[in-house]
């Protein structure tokens, strides 16, 4: 299936030296902890992957976590959201809620959590965002968006006018994604 090729990725490139990951579920949501060497243990990168909502796992992007993790010299937690078709709109961005939740009641000050995402992950940072202000909740540090996903209309003339530059986001698989 797509959801078991792309976290082969992965295992192709794994996790840095000095970082360690090790498998922990959060708030109900499974989740791997990259964790450098010498980090502080309060202040945390949050991270969502990309994959269309619908495929990507902590897996698949475990060598970027860990690299962003042991550049910014903070622990970093890679969530496995749910994911569509099975867990259509809102459960991903539930799960991320769920997870920001679980940090500042493990203590960590908002001023010490970083959101941070690529692709469909860049669009849950921003929806997260929109989200925990929505309710009221304090706001974490920063978000840092990767390449966001932020027009699953497709309506935005990029999408089409790079469709032959772009080897893997066709807007094909674009529209299935949003389908889903």
């Not at 990725?9 to 902890?33: K, N």
């Not at 991270?47 to 010299?73: E, I």
Request: hydrophobic share 40%; with cysteine.
């Amino acid at each position: 299936s797509s959801r078991r090729s792309m976290d082969r990725w992965g295992s192709w490139m794994p996790a840095l030296s000095g970082v360690s990951v090790r498998h922990e579920t959060l708030s109900g949501i499974p989740c791997e902890i990259h964790t450098p060497d010498n980090s502080p243990s309060n202040r945390v990168i949050v991270y969502m992957h990309g994959g269309g909502f619908a495929v990507g796992s902590p897996a698949s992007h475990r060598n970027l976590v860990s690299r962003l993790a042991q550049a910014a010299g903070m622990k970093a937690i890679s969530m496995n959201y749910r994911k569509a078709p099975e867990h259509p709109f809102p459960a991903a961005l539930n799960d991320t809620v769920a997870i920001y939740r679980h940090c500042l009641d493990q203590g960590i000050k908002p001023s010490n959590i970083v959101f941070c995402g690529d692709s469909a992950g860049g669009n849950l940072v921003l929806t997260t965002l929109l989200k925990l202000k929505q309710d009221g909740l304090p706001l974490p540090a920063a978000g840092c968006c990767i390449s966001p996903w932020c027009d699953l209309n497709l309506e935005t003339g990029s999408i089409r006018g790079n469709a032959e530059l772009d080897l893997i986001l066709s807007p094909t698989l674009l529209q299935q994604f949003a389908d889903l």
